[in-house]
């Protein structure tokens, strides 16, 4: 069947687009739950216990030495040899929770590093307990701080939804591919492709922005 | 334990056969992400309009695209237009374009943080650009590249893993073969995992600590 | 002093964007003249020496420099033109700006390798030469950072000198410098000004001026408020914004009114 290249954006772009829908709800379901572990894995990280210290420390290095394919397959594959079956969905939640988690726990404890000792030594003259300094004083802060590496981490998970096609989730790229299938017209469909997550990164990019305006203002 | 041992054994040489492709690729496409991140850096510092701008946008396109779908472009889209590239080329292309942004990026922000007196005395002495460049930027600006340069080649080399999808005898792809005929993907995935480990900690680590004694030593 | 202006401007205006930084400033400076330019900071007077080099362009009048015309709004001058000012007219900044990561000998051989083509025993060894007319040459081979203020200040006199420059400029040389290392700066320069060296010279350094300078400039809101020979300019200001500037700095109780405040006074040097 030969379908002139012209046809393909009206006949793909539906499919695209729910594809797009896909990866951006996972992207944003796997931010929040990063985020919220991301936080909790930077305390314990930088307060805890030794053992927990090195344990949260490797699994950071291990979440960013290996490759995100890598990763994807164990999860996906891996689990399989120990007869755990995830769906593509789970298996695709999993690894993004997995993986922001670590880039999260990095990006939180830089940026609990960076507010001043003098706001620990403020909260406690003031009888503020460490948990209360932590989560009331230190911690808002931080958050300030981390806005502009935070865009960038959400645009790194958007990018990585690229890699669940491998999975038969069915995001852009398994829409692209099938099409590209049906009609042997990658030219045009890899280039949506391209153009929907381009205009999601620059879209979060400008978000992004426009929060860390916000909060500067207040500064 | 003992069973993912002897598989490991068993399958450690055909998993080595890819580790040449994987590091030929990194080589490859380091290289071609410094030479053209320096060409990009300098276009976007010059003051000829339409120059910096041209690779402002390059950076800002390129950056928001993911890796994998630039690959596909390189390998199935430029195809269809009749620029048909090997596997390797497409995917030297297409990683050496992306990283060259991120290396742009290092660079442009390196020449930016030397102080703008160290220009005016060159300037003051009659040395000509080439020579500022050579003799009092460069030099200068090595130590603020070092770290997020070797940090963008422990992620190139974890990219890498994305040729797979195309085909290249790579790692990834080697280890994938071995899983698909023995079934166990666990074993396998784990053995990639500690061979891409290992590159990483050598990378992070060693280079780190090499770094930390240059900048120790300097001056 | 000979008649000879080797530095001419008439009526040369600078603004960045829309904001005056001054206008309307013309001055000479002749050969083997020491010319000293003070005034309350903001008044433009480091931008005004910049114009000289062409580290800035200005925006009015015209400017004339060892022989080349250079006019304010016009288009810039040729690299080759660029090129002869800068190496035959020396500069040295209020922050030093050596070259951190060469050595004190490298700083000083830099410029006379890589643009004269000097061959580098010969570099070197009149390197040493200045070294030592700095009392420093036991420092050759020291990076900038393990040295003093002076000492850097002195080393980067020298870096300008091996280009062997026919004009100098000094932007506030000592106005970085604790009070104690001022001296060994200020007997550097007036060395110079002993061997006929052409100097233009922004300085608060009232007393050391007066004894160097054949003239002095006094810049003020944005205008030259009164030129003339120093000692006359220093002790008997003719006009009423000179003698305001002047009290203020001589006399340390009327300084907080406006707080500007000239470090040199600060340091009871005067
Ligand atoms: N690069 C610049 N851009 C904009 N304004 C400048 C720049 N450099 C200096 N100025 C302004 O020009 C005025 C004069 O500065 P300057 O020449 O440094 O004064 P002075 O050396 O007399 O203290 C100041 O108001 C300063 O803010
Ligand atoms: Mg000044």
Not at chain 3, 232 to 245: I, K, N, S
Request: charged content about 15%; aromatic content about 10%; proline content about 5%.
């Amino acid at each position: 069947m030969h379908i002139p290249i012209l046809n393909i954006p009206l006949l793909y772009s539906g499919a695209i687009a729910q594809g797009a829908i896909k990866d951006l709800m996972v992207t944003i379901i796997s931010t929040i739950l990063s985020f919220i572990l991301g936080t909790l894995g930077a305390t314990a990280r930088l307060y805890g216990p030794k053992l927990v210290k090195t344990v949260v420390y490797w699994y950071v290095e291990i979440i960013r030495g290996l490759p995100a394919i890598l990763q994807l397959f164990i999860i996906y594959y891996g689990f399989t040899q120990w007869g755990i079956d995830f769906s593509p969905l789970t298996a695709a939640l999993i690894w993004l929770v997995a993986y922001g988690t670590g880039y999260g726990v990095e990006i939180f404890r830089s940026g609990i590093i960076d507010v001043p000792q003098g706001q620990w030594e403020a909260a406690s003259a003031l009888g503020l307990s460490r948990t209360m300094t932590m989560f009331r004083i230190i911690v808002p802060q931080a958050y300030v701080a981390m806005l502009p590496p935070l865009t960038s981490f959400v645009v790194l998970q958007l990018k990585n939804t690229t890699l669940l096609y491998l999975v038969a989730y069915s995001d852009i790229m398994y829409q692209a591919r099938l099409g590209t299938d049906a009609t042997e017209q990658p030219g045009i469909l890899y280039l949506m492709a391209a153009l929907a997550y381009l205009i999601m990164s620059l879209a979060i990019g400008r978000l992004g922005y426009r929060l860390e305006r916000r909060a500067a203002a207040y500064r | 334990m003992q069973a993912m041992f002897s598989a490991w054994v068993q399958y450690l040489p055909q998993l080595l056969k890819g580790v040449g492709v994987t590091l030929e690729l990194t080589g490859l496409s380091l290289v071609v992400a410094v030479v053209f991140g320096f060409i990009l850096a300098l276009a976007r510092l010059s003051r000829i309009r339409g120059l910096d701008l041209l690779a402002t946008w390059y950076v800002e396109i390129i950056r928001a695209i993911p890796v994998l779908i630039l690959l596909f472009m390189a390998y199935y889209s430029l195809g269809q237009v009749g620029i048909a590239l090997s596997g390797m080329t497409a995917a030297v292309v297409s990683l050496g374009g992306f990283y060259a942004t991120q290396y742009g990026e290092i660079f442009r922000g390196a020449i930016l943080s030397i102080d703008r007196g160290q220009t005016e005395a060159a300037a003051a002495l009659g040395l000509p650009s080439s020579v500022t460049m050579r003799r009092v930027i460069l030099p200068q600006a090595f130590f603020a590249i070092l770290p997020p340069a070797t940090n963008q080649l422990s992620n190139l080399i974890k990219d890498t893993s994305l040729v797979f999808t195309i085909s290249l005898a790579d790692l990834m792809y080697q280890t994938y073969a071995a899983l698909s005929i023995n079934f166990l993907p666990m074993d396998m995935l784990l053995l990639a995992g500690v061979i891409y480990f290992i590159f990483y900690l050598v990378i992070a680590k060693f280079l780190g600590r090499w770094e930390l004694n240059v900048q120790r030593s300097r001056y | 002093m000979s008649n000879e202006a080797v530095i001419s401007a008439q009526r040369v205006t600078k603004r960045f964007g829309t904001q005056v930084v001054f206008e309307d400033v013309s001055l000479d400076v002749h050969k083997k003249e020491v010319v000293a330019i003070i005034g309350p900071s903001g008044a433009g007077k480091s931008t005004f020496i910049r114009c000289v080099n062409q580290l800035h362009p200005f925006n009015g009048g015209t400017l004339e420099v060892l022989g080349h015309t250079l006019t304010g709004g016009g288009p810039p001058p040729s690299r080759e033109v660029l090129q002869d000012i800068r190496t035959r007219v020396g500069m040295v900044f209020q922050t030093f700006n050596l070259f951190p990561h060469l050595s004190v000998v490298n700083n000083i051989i830099l410029a006379p390798r890589e643009v004269k083509k000097i061959p580098r025993p010969r570099a070197v060894e009149q390197a040493m030469e200045l070294l030592a007319m700095v009392g420093l040459e036991h420092k050759a081979e020291m990076f900038p950072r393990r040295l003093s203020g002076g000492e850097q200040q002195r080393v980067a006199i020298c870096r300008a000198l091996a280009m062997d420059p026919e004009i100098m400029l000094f932007d506030e040389p000592t106005s970085m410098l604790d009070p104690e290392l001022v001296g060994e700066v200020l007997a550097a320069i007036r060395r110079l000004a002993r061997q006929g060296m052409t100097m233009l010279l922004v300085t608060h350094e009232m007393q050391f001026a007066k004894e160097v300078a054949d003239t002095v400039v006094i810049m003020a809101d944005h205008h030259i408020v009164e030129q003339g020979r120093a000692a006359e300019v220093l002790d008997a200001p003719a006009t009423e914004r000179a003698q305001v500037f002047l009290r203020r700095i001589l006399k340390p109780a009327e300084v907080d009114e406006v707080g500007e405040v000239a470090p040199a006074r600060l340091r009871g040097r005067l």
